[in-house]
């Protein structure tokens, strides 16, 4: 787990990251872009921004370019803004998690229908055998004779 200090460092990158596609970059090519995550390797020197695009892959590979194009001044702002003494190396990452969520939704949907299917052709039908299909422990009858 990281240091109490590398996530806050995690969390302000994230914002003003944010706070710089929001207001500062007037890149034509940036699409609605969503910083989701920032992880920051535990000596300061890397983070990763991971980032989600509403649209289309078109918008998302625009985006991807402006954010790249965009990373010398974002970095900048982020080393003025932490105020610390070496400024993390930014890396762009796409993030894929909603497109996966959205995925599984889409599987768990058609599953819940072929349950329902399933559950509507078996209806009013029984099982092969008998109802109660365990063997039960012989019960002893007491004879006539005591």
Do not use: C, W
């Not at 460092?9 to 890149?27: G, N, P, Q, T, Y």
């Not at 996966?100 to 052709?121: F, I, P, T, Y």
């Not at 109802?131 to 422990?137: F, N, R, V």
């Amino acid at each position: 787990m990281a240091s109490p200090r590398v996530r806050r460092i995690a969390d302000r990158i994230k914002v003003v990251v944010a706070e710089m596609l929001e207001r500062r970059i007037k890149d034509p090519r940036l699409g609605f872009v969503t910083v989701t995550d920032v992880r920051v390797s535990g000596d300061t020197q890397h983070a990763s921004v991971f980032y989600t695009v509403f649209g289309e892959e078109a918008e998302v590979v625009a985006s991807a370019a402006a954010l790249e194009s965009a990373k010398g001044l974002i970095r900048s702002e982020v080393g003025k803004q932490l105020g610390t003494r070496h400024v993390p190396t930014l890396e762009f990452i796409h993030d894929a998690l909603p497109e996966n969520a959205r995925h599984l939704e889409e599987l768990l949907a058609q599953v819940r229908e072929s349950d329902a299917a399933v559950s509507a052709g078996s209806a009013g039908k029984t099982y092969a055998g008998e109802a109660d299909p365990y063997k039960k422990p012989r019960e002893i009858e007491p004879d006539e004779d005591e």
